[in-house]
């Protein structure tokens, strides 16, 4: 079997949606919607191995640190695991007063019983009642006529609606799903609907909640937010109805699909952390929420520790979250390319000195902290960075903010070792290279031993101090306008040493009052080579002095 050359034969377009002057192409999302985690029911039935109790426990336990206030718990008539799971979390005490379980049903009288059962006692709790009703599923799944799938729904409600008065001590929701909504008649989705609302009788104190399924992904978001946008329109007593999205990721735009639903009118959003579940997976929740969040918008979950959410999340589910995956990703707060690398770090000086507190970084849409990530894994470096890269990561690990001339002069030693190992380079791997090429520590020709500095009647400075030289102590000095050029002075007087220092620059490493000091210094050699020292000390002044003896050990 191949590709065939002719799809039409095969697949048909879906349909476009008849809304003239829609709305929601013009609409922003201003507000956080309900949120739904289906991670306990529709995660876990998409996992090769399900969650156990513990594991169903310390998910419960994160989903209510992050702040999610409606949590799908299970499929209670599934099985006995399912059951007890629930059972035990209302037993215990476990739910918040403030957070909904919710469990889910299929539209058949014992299933319905058992899931009430499995909730009494609880303060409040949604029972999520489903039947599919798209031609597909009517005529290949189940054989029906529309009649009798809508008598399916109706069926269901009356029995909600029985069970709850048996258990008059929980404030019970409902909510009813015309699965496989997004390929069914609009018109047909909104008769069903309408049959539960005239048995169920919501009101705006105490609406139901309508979910919109995109089973299967089977359109380009735009038609989903169509189908969205007409079904509010047209849903009598909408005012008593929570309208809520929950998108599959077949095609790729789940999030997308329930981004564009919103703006369509809907209130809540179904989904998982991370985007597990069948096939390709639920909407991400996590990715949603932050694309909010970059926006202005509080999504009212707190991911200040994304990374402890996704240790937890890949413990339970087993499954480990993509390297790319947004906003949690390892990679995604990485920039490898050198041009990246240097837009970023740009960025972050700008940041720097603005004088508000707008995030505006070049390919960075939401600040690294926000999410408890730190800075350092901003810029990796390997064969394909540039100057700007390896000057961030010695910057990150050890202070030293290089002068631009001196970046370019390093990263050609950086380069080197990075093709010559084929691999990315560690910051040590960096640091070392530094080290080397700048001559900071181990034996060096020139050793700064001792050094004083006084002024001579004519204003010049005299620089006068013991330098070791390979392994023997002299007494030096000389004399300069300055401190940079007595030293220098004094190594061509002492040693014959010819350097015309081209550029200095220095800085604090770090804040405090016992910070140390890190100078640089440009020199040009009489040859036309140019060679740059660096020096570090407790005291600024001896590492200038320092700086110009590792130029000179360079020569």
């Not at 609302?197 to 919109?212: A, C, D, K, S, V």
């Not at 030096?476 to 081209?502: C, E, H, Y």
């Amino acid at each position: 079997m191949t590709m065939l050359k002719d799809p039409s034969v095969k697949y048909r377009p879906f349909p476009q949606i008849n809304l003239p002057e829609r709305q929601w192409p013009g609409r922003t999302i201003t507000k956080a919607p309900r949120w739904l985690s289906t991670d306990l029911r529709d995660g876990n039935q998409a996992l090769i191995d399900p969650m156990g109790a513990e594991k169903k426990t310390r998910f419960f336990d994160l989903l209510v640190k992050v702040g999610l206030k409606e949590i799908e718990v299970g499929f209670p008539a599934a099985g006995a695991t399912e059951f007890d799971f629930i059972r035990g979390l209302v037993d215990s005490g476990r739910i918040p007063d403030d957070v909904l379980v919710q469990v889910l049903t299929q539209s058949r009288q014992d299933l319905i019983e058992r899931s009430f059962e499995s909730l009494a006692g609880a303060k409040a709790a949604i029972v999520h009642l489903y039947n599919a009703v798209s031609p597909l599923w009517r005529q290949v799944v189940f054989g029906m006529e529309q009649h009798e799938i809508r008598a399916i729904a109706e069926n269901g409600a009356k029995v909600l609606r029985d069970q709850a008065a048996k258990y008059p001590q929980t404030q019970w929701h409902f909510e009813y799903s015309p699965e496989t909504f997004s390929t069914a008649e609009l018109d047909f989705s909104l008769e069903c609907c309408e049959a539960v609302m005239g048995i169920l009788q919501p009101t705006p104190e105490r609406p139901i909640i309508f979910n919109l399924p995109a089973t299967v992904e089977a359109a380009t978001p735009n038609i989903y937010a169509d189908q969205i946008e007409y079904f509010c329109r047209n849903l009598p007593n909408r005012e008593s109805a929570v309208i809520s999205l929950h998108t599959h990721n077949d095609r790729g735009t789940g999030v997308a699909a329930a981004e564009l639903g919103l703006m369509a009118g809907a209130d809540r959003v179904e989904g998982c952390l991370f985007g597990n579940g069948e096939r390709t997976g639920n909407c991400c929740l996590v990715t949603v929420g932050l694309n909010l969040y970059t926006q202005g918008v509080d999504p009212k979950l707190d991911f200040s520790d994304i990374d402890e959410v996704i240790q937890t999340v890949e413990y339970c589910n087993q499954l480990k979250v993509a390297e790319r995956h947004p906003y949690g990703g390892e990679l995604v707060f990485t920039a490898f390319s050198g041009s990246h690398q240097d837009a970023i770090k740009k960025g972050f000086t700008a940041q720097e000195q603005r004088n508000d507190e707008l995030w505006a970084v070049p390919y960075l849409p939401i600040d690294p902290a926000d999410l408890g990530r730190s800075y350092e894994a901003v810029i990796r470096v390997n064969s394909q960075s540039g100057k700007g890269g390896f000057a961030w990561v010695i910057e990150q690990d050890q202070g030293l903010k290089l002068p631009k001339r001196m970046q370019a002069d390093f990263s050609r030693h950086v380069q080197e070792l990075a093709d010559e190992l084929g691999r990315e380079l560690q910051a040590d791997d960096i640091w070392s290279v530094f080290q080397k090429v700048y001559r900071l520590g181990g034996p060096q020709r020139y050793q700064l031993i001792d050094w004083d500095e006084g002024r001579t009647a004519d204003g010049t400075r005299l620089f006068s101090g013991k330098i070791g030289v390979d392994g023997q102590e002299q007494t030096v000095s000389g004399r300069g306008n300055g401190l940079i050029s007595s030293v220098t002075a004094t190594l061509k007087d002492s040693f014959g040493l010819d350097l015309q220092v081209r550029d200095y620059a220095e800085h604090s490493l770090g804040q405090s009052s016992e910070a140390r000091a890190a100078a640089y210094v440009e020199c040009l050699l009489p040859d036309g080579r140019v060679i740059w020292g660096v020096g570090i000390d407790e005291d600024v002044a001896t590492a200038s002095v320092r700086a110009v003896l590792s130029a000179a050990n360079g020569v």
